[in-house]
């Protein structure tokens, strides 16, 4: 029986909206102009090396962006929509006893934005993100840094009464591996059929 479940945010809570996508369709450019920076120096801000505002600045002319930084990350967090059958899901589980927690991979401010504006740090035990560990999925200590904070709250805690949820099959690999269970999420039938499987319900 899972005692514990920890979900990722993009593609699981939230629903699936690529910013750089979004960007690029409006301002009419190819994603290759995004893409060094969001293949390079966006990976820092994640890990929370540098505030992704001091990095976004020397790319917003190029970006075509006239406005400011703050307005751009406005822009860029304005149209995060939330899975409400999921946080359905996730309501129940706490009535049933079982923790639920947030881990994802987010740079400080969209993790602030999650948590606050989005209302979402409310539904769950703990939120555990990126830029605070420094380091972020799919690398094992992760996993580990989590399992770590969970047990503090739930004694005894196994690592097969954990079950993490992600989209990304590179993160449920790397979890699994550790001995954790582990859904890799397409919809949301196949993943409450294994939660109820899981919990005995």
């Not at 029986?1 to 699981?12: E, L, R, S, T, Y």
């Not at 129940?92 to 927690?101: A, I, M, P, R, S």
């Not at 939120?127 to 709250?153: Q, W």
Request: one cysteine or more.
């Amino acid at each position: 029986m899972i005692k514990a479940v920890v979900f990722d945010v993009d593609g699981v809570i939230l629903k699936y909206n690529l910013f750089s996508d979004r960007y690029c369709k409006r301002f009419n450019l190819s994603r290759e102009v995004l893409a060094p920076f969001f293949r390079n120096e966006f990976r820092k801000s994640v890990i929370g090396e540098v505030d992704i505002k001091k990095l976004l600045k020397k790319y917003i002319d190029e970006w075509k962006w006239n406005r400011s930084i703050d307005e751009l990350m406005e822009y860029w967090l304005s149209e995060d929509e939330v899975n409400e059958e999921m946080i359905q899901l996730i309501k129940q589980l706490n009535q049933k006893g079982v923790k639920t927690y947030i881990g994802s991979n987010q740079e400080r401010h969209r993790a602030e934005h999650i948590q606050l504006q989005l209302g979402m740090r409310k539904f769950f035990a703990a939120t555990f993100f990126s830029h605070a560990f420094g380091v972020k999925k799919p690398d094992r200590e992760f996993f580990l840094r989590i399992f770590k904070e969970i047990k503090k709250n739930i004694k005894n805690l196994k690592k097969d009464q954990v079950l993490f949820v992600d989209d990304q099959e590179e993160n449920v690999i790397s979890a699994r591996v550790l001995g954790f269970k582990i859904h890799h999420y397409r919809d949301l039938s196949r993943l409450k059929k294994q939660i109820a499987h899981l919990t005995g319900a």
